[in-house]
């Protein structure tokens, strides 16, 4: 508990810097244009932001969009890590188009995606081809990380595949498909939000990003940004929580069974 306090207060303190920070460089700069204080940013956020009616459906429109893309993404990832896993063939055939996807920028991405589609569905596809390598690299890792003894015993005792898939693999590489989604969901924001900037997707984050930044509404464009950051904060810690609730009955078992080794 005391730990929890300490790690409260010393994330606090970080904030408390960098806001402090922030409005030593806006007093600087002199010129609300340019750089606003915390204060004039967080007073449009709060005063007027939030109670626009525009502002509920562009939120709602980019997380539906963003959420479709990474759970797609992370479908993919997912299924084809297993193909991989059980096919060389697959696994060779994969390679060269996850590393171009990879290291491909995303701005190359909207480009060329919008010769093929509208501009409103570029915050699904971009944020599923982000996240499908990163899913598809963990996954395909966990499962080869495998502990082989488990899988010898799984021969041995003649477990039906459903068996193994239930009680071998998705303990071993639950951890690293979790920890991948938690790494990925700050990527489909950015790549999401990134796409509708481009593509000016009408009723989405990106396109409000993008008519602060026209109509030079500084404040507002900051706005906008601590919105993004606090929507990608809030699912990477929900993707941490629920992994801390599917892991935990896992860790029980184990050191359950450690305690009755010992003894």
């Not at 300490?6 to 303190?13: H, L, Q, S």
């Not at 709602?60 to 890590?81: C, D, P, Q, R, T």
């Not at 990380?145 to 488990?150: H, I, M, S």
Request: charge should be positive.
């Amino acid at each position: 508990m005391i730990d929890r306090v300490r790690k409260i207060c010393f994330y606090a303190a970080s904030a408390a810097f960098w806001l402090l920070l922030w409005h030593l460089a806006s007093l600087l700069a002199d010129r609300e244009l340019f750089l606003p204080s915390p204060a004039s940013v967080f007073h449009v956020l709060f005063t007027e932001l939030i109670f626009r009616e525009s502002f509920r459906a562009s939120v709602a429109a980019s997380f539906v969009h963003i959420g479709e893309g990474f759970l797609l993404g992370a479908f993919w990832g997912i299924a084809l890590a297993a193909l991989s896993y059980y096919s060389k063939i697959v696994k060779l055939l994969l390679w060269f188009p996850i590393k171009v996807i990879k290291s491909v920028p995303v701005a190359s991405f909207v480009i060329l995606s919008l010769l093929w589609m509208r501009s409103e569905h570029l915050s699904v596809f971009i944020p599923f081809l982000m996240i499908l390598p990163i899913l598809y690299i963990n996954t395909l890792a966990g499962l080869e990380k495998t502990d082989k003894k488990l899988l010898d015993m799984a021969w041995l005792f003649k477990l039906s595949p459903l068996q193994k898939i239930l009680h071998i693999y998705i303990p071993q590489v639950l951890p690293h498909v979790l920890s991948a989604c938690s790494l990925a969901a700050g990527m489909a924001w950015k790549s999401g939000i990134a796409a509708e900037i481009i593509g000016l997707a009408g009723n989405s984050i990106g396109n409000q990003l993008y008519q602060a930044k026209l109509y030079l509404m500084t404040p507002e464009l900051f706005a906008w940004t601590i919105v993004i950051v606090v929507l990608s904060i809030t699912c990477e810690y929900g993707i941490r929580g629920l992994a801390v609730l599917l892991t935990c009955p896992e860790r029980l078992k184990r050191q359950n069974s450690e305690n009755h080794e010992t003894e």
